[in-house]
């Protein structure tokens, strides 16, 4: 697996990973385990975030976004722009079973994309008091044949 450039800055930053579900997790689990990487990984169920409101309940608790969380795309931004509780210089934010995540609306997975194109760009930049760190999302499925239609142009890490 090449799941060790998920720890490089850069292009690109949203991966596919064809596997088991329970090896997916355990490899990235242990990714984030070992303090020589410098990252964090969280988990978001992709059965529970086929809605947009499955997702943000989601994202609070594996984020841990705290109470404070609108629920809401631009809220999203802010929270993940900032992520007051993640001190990593990498960020890895991993779709566990993405085959239904975020199918309605519509607009939901675009605007999700967005974001994250978005935070990427600001993490990307050096200002005052903030490090510069990076953010990468995988989509992991068993197959993708699914997602190779839903979410075209990832990288397959496997």
């Known amino acids: 697996m090449k799941l060790q450039s998920l720890l490089k800055p850069g292009q690109p ?58 629920e809401n795309w631009d809220a999203f931004h802010d929270s993940l722009s900032e992520l007051p ?20 609306p519509k607009d939901a997975l675009t605007n999700f994309q967005t974001v994250v194109k978005e935070v990427v760009a600001e993490w990307a930049k050096p200002a005052a008091g903030k490090p510069v760190r990076n953010l990468h999302i995988v989509y992991q499925a068993e197959t993708d044949k699914i997602l190779g239609t839903k979410l075209p142009g990832l990288v397959k890490l496997a």
Do not use: M
């Not at 596997?19 to 385990?33: P, V, W």
């Not at 988990?43 to 404070?68: I, M, N, V, W």
């Open 85 to 104: 509780n993640i001190h990593s210089e990498t960020v890895i934010l991993v779709v566990l079973e993405a085959g239904s995540f975020l199918e309605s």
């Open 13 to 70: 930053n949203q991966h596919l990973l064809i596997l088991a579900t329970n090896d997916a997790y355990d490899a990235l689990r242990a990714l984030g385990h070992d303090p020589k990487n410098n990252c964090s990984v969280r988990f978001l169920r992709g059965s529970k975030c086929a809605d947009r409101a499955g997702f943000f309940d989601e994202a609070a608790a594996a984020l841990q976004l705290g109470p404070h969380f609108g």
